[in-house]
């Protein structure tokens, strides 16, 4: 039995690596679903970027603030890697939620699973020490070396990208 959430995604597009969907400031109108790549969430400060998330197959992501409320992203989120999503408009998915309250609940469930687990991540960066974080990622996401850059990653885990080297190469001395 088809996912009635999926019900929501109208549309398919594909898009190559380094894609810009989402605009830090900008508006969104959009609703996305990753068949297949990854995606990454950031934001500047100063001059560098800050990773905020990296998401993979099947994860469902807009800028909320943007989609729901009308209000600047406060996030830039671009491709990285080239990428198959599923997209729902707003106008679509307020219309489609308005139609059934079930749908609507499993909505909001999903989404209030995932402010869950942004709330983690807040208190896993400020209680656990990068060495632990990176390990919790990789055995999360054993791919991921090999498809997100390792800046990128050292940028997730709130670590410079020599401090991650250090914690890969203790790592690789310990196998």
């Not at 950031?42 to 943007?66: G, M, P, Q, R």
């Not at 219309?95 to 749908?103: C, F, G, Q």
């Not at 990128?152 to 196998?175: C, D, N, P």
Request: net charge neutral; with cysteine.
């Amino acid at each position: 039995m088809k996912d009635p959430i999926n019900s929501i995604f109208t549309t398919e597009i594909s898009v190559p690596a380094k894609t810009v969907l989402i605009v830090e400031g900008g508006f969104t109108d959009k609703l996305y679903q990753i068949k297949k790549g990854c995606v990454r969430g950031w934001y500047k400060d100063l001059s560098k970027e800050v990773t905020t998330a990296l998401l993979f197959e099947n994860h469902v992501f807009t800028s909320v603030e943007s989609f729901m409320f009308n209000e600047p992203s406060i996030f830039t989120v671009e491709a990285l890697e080239d990428c198959v999503f599923n997209v729902a408009s707003k106008a679509d998915f307020d219309v489609y939620l308005a139609s059934n309250e079930t749908i609507k609940d499993q909505f909001y469930q999903a989404f209030i699973k995932r402010v869950l687990v942004y709330n983690k991540r807040i208190v896993d960066l400020l209680k656990i020490k990068p060495e632990d974080r990176y390990k919790n990622l990789v055995a999360e996401y054993p791919e991921i070396v090999n498809r997100v850059p390792l800046n990128i990653i050292a940028s997730y885990l709130g670590i410079t990208s020599v401090s991650l080297s250090r914690i890969r190469s203790r790592k690789e001395t310990e196998i």
